[in-house]
């Protein structure tokens, strides 16, 4: 079976507070395609958490990278969590900075 990717979901009593979608990379790793937190939410660790989910099950499948194009805006966020900065692309939406981290 192929694989096309994942979607992560975080909620709480039925409420979705986050969702990232993870896709698979022709090298056999993996980009972060996006990450949502519910605006109400910010500041309370969920997108952190849910990037570790994220770097963790990667691991377990033998993965040994997780790739992201970040926003300038919150480059610090995942600077935070540990990624490196690759460099800047250029996207329909504007300029990414093109961020890894190993999952050890």
Same mark, same amino acid.
């Given at each position: ?33 996006? #990450?949502? $937190? ?6 309370? !660790?969920?997108?952190?958490? /849910?990037?570790?989910?994220? *770097? ?9 990278? #997780?790739? $992201? ?6 480059? !610090?966020?995942?600077?935070? /969590?540990?990624?490196?900065? *690759? ?18």
């Amino acid at each position: 079976m192929k694989d096309e990717g994942y979607v992560y979901i975080a909620e709480q009593a039925g409420v979705i507070l986050a969702f990232s979608v993870v896709l698979p990379l022709s090298d056999g790793n993996a980009e972060l395609d996006g #990450l949502f $937190v519910e605006p109400t939410t910010w500041y309370q !660790g969920i997108g952190k958490q /849910l990037v570790q989910t994220v *770097l963790n099950n990667l691991h377990t499948k033998g993965k040994t990278s #997780l790739r $992201v194009l970040s926003n300038p805006q919150v480059e !610090g966020f995942y600077i935070a /969590l540990g990624f490196e900065r *690759l460099g800047e692309e250029y996207t329909q939406l504007g300029t990414a900075i093109c961020m890894i981290k190993y999952t050890q």
